[in-house]
């Protein structure tokens, strides 16, 4: 079994800063793309950055030069940075993974569109 487990969100005023950090456990062999998506109340759920196995990133428009996205492949997580918040920020923030190969215990698996749980970031003006 794989799971992804994120932590660092929170409340944060305006011109702040956040970390938020994804670590997948379980026996993994490989990973492709990691990112990270987010949910405003009311919005559907979109791309905020995304990184792969190689380090080659892609970020949405809104987020280009605040946030920084990270991966350690070693250690199978992901990190993103968001320096100066904005209000319109606030969301739900999901770690996704697009492929993850992985043993059960029986077999090796393939398993694609992984989500983690969500955590809230909220950035108050």
């Known amino acids: 079994q794989v799971h992804l487990v994120e932590s660092g969100g929170g409340l944060v005023q305006a011109g702040g800063s956040l970390r938020l950090s994804c670590a997948a456990s379980?026996?993994?062999?490989?990973?492709?793309?990691m990112g990270w998506y987010r949910q405003a109340p009311g919005k559907q759920r979109e791309l905020v950055a995304v990184?792969?196995?190689?380090?080659?990133?892609n970020y949405a428009d809104s987020v280009k030069g605040r946030f920084t996205i990270s991966r350690d492949n070693a250690k199978n997580t992901v990190v993103l940075q968001m320096n100066s918040l904005k209000p319109e920020d606030t969301a739900v923030y999901y770690c996704?993974?697009?492929?993850?190969?992985?043993?059960?215990?029986?077999?090796?698996?393939?398993?694609?569109?992984?989500w983690g749980q969500g955590t809230q970031v909220t950035v108050s003006s």
């Open positions: 996704n993974v697009d492929r993850i190969r992985y043993y059960n215990g029986r077999s090796v698996r393939d398993e694609y569109d992984y």
């Open positions: 379980g026996s993994i062999f490989l990973i492709n793309n």
């Open positions: 990184i792969s196995s190689g380090g080659s990133t």
